[in-house]
């Protein structure tokens, strides 16, 4: 019985548009998700641009918000010491640095002028002294812990200027505290907000010096040691050491003494302590203030040396005829 079939067949061409079209789709899909994507990238883009434009406004903004800080009372990044009390005892006077000096300088000066001739007599000048100290270096403590009865006496009467330079050299060396950092911002606290204090606070920072290698006092320790060091104004002192006030400072005075310290013959800080006397490094025993003494002695005497050598005599007035 024949069928009436009224579906038209599909021949070769027909096919060939079902696949053209269906490809067409496909393409059309495809590049719609790549502008998806693409999209979401560019956003994604712009969001951490603006994360990141935030996180540096943020630090400008703190760093504005808080501008480096520097101590009071400082001469040529050190803090002078004018007079030292608690310390008792001394191993050399000041009058013994004095009388060495004119006795070894008069067995090689020229005989002193007279009266007669006009000229002036010169005095000794004060040993300048200068020590640029790590708070975490066992050297600086042995130096401190062996002269600071010599030091106290000398410096009281006026036999020689004393100043200390807190330096870091050995922020490394505590575990990732940065201890020798913080105790010589501390340190540099002291000298600002109790000035006659800062002798005891230095003394007591290297008597009771931690081990290299550990993480050191915390700030609000060494706040605690300050205060017990006779701190003037202890909520100024303790406000000071736990905010890190003078950190920045410290890293400058450093880095500028690691590339030349002054009114020196090209020296530079290459390890500490470094104990200057008139300019001259002390490279003897640390822990001997016997020998340190004679240091000082040969200093003071060649200082006076020099004072002798350059006093310029007045000329004597022509009697009139």
């Not at 696949?19 to 790549?34: G, I, L, M, N, S």
């Amino acid at each position: 019985m024949p069928t009436d079939d009224s579906r038209p067949e599909t021949g070769p061409i027909d096919r060939r548009e079902a696949v053209r079209e269906k490809a067409q789709q496909v393409r059309v899909q495809q590049k719609r998700a790549r502008l998806i994507r693409r999209s979401a990238l560019i956003a994604g883009v712009v969001v951490a641009a603006v994360a990141v434009t935030a996180v540096v406004a943020w630090a400008i903004s703190a760093t504005i918000s808080r501008p480096q800080l520097e101590p009071s009372n400082v001469t040529a990044d050190g803090f002078p010491i004018t007079s030292i009390t608690g310390v008792s005892g001394a191993s050399l006077s000041a009058e013994d640095v004095t009388r060495e000096g004119e006795a070894e300088s008069e067995s090689t000066a020229s005989p002193e002028p007279t009266p007669e001739s006009g000229a002036t007599e010169s005095a000794v000048p004060p040993v300048e002294i200068r020590v640029y100290v790590d708070y975490l270096s066992s050297g600086a403590r042995d130096w401190q812990l062996a002269n600071v009865q010599q030091l106290s006496t000398w410096v009281n009467e006026g036999a020689v200027t004393l100043t200390y330079h807190p330096v870091s050299m050995l922020a490394a060396k505590s575990n990732g505290t940065k201890y020798s950092l913080r105790a010589a911002s501390a340190a540099a606290c002291m000298a600002t907000h109790s000035p006659d204090d800062f002798f005891q606070f230095n003394n007591e920072l290297l008597s009771r010096q931690p081990a290299i290698d550990s993480d050191g006092y915390s700030d609000a320790e060494l706040a605690d040691l300050a205060i017990a060091s006779g701190a003037d104004d202890p909520k100024k002192v303790r406000n000071c050491i736990e905010a890190d006030d003078f950190t920045g400072w410290v890293k400058e005075v450093t880095e500028r003494a690691v590339a030349g310290i002054p009114d020196t013959d090209d020296l530079a800080l290459t390890g500490i302590p470094m104990i200057l006397v008139n300019g001259e490094a002390y490279v003897g025993a640390l822990d001997d203030p016997a020998e340190f003494s004679q240091f000082v002695m040969t200093s003071a005497s060649d200082a006076f040396y020099k004072s002798q050598q350059t006093a310029t005599p007045t000329p004597t007035p022509t009697p009139t005829p």
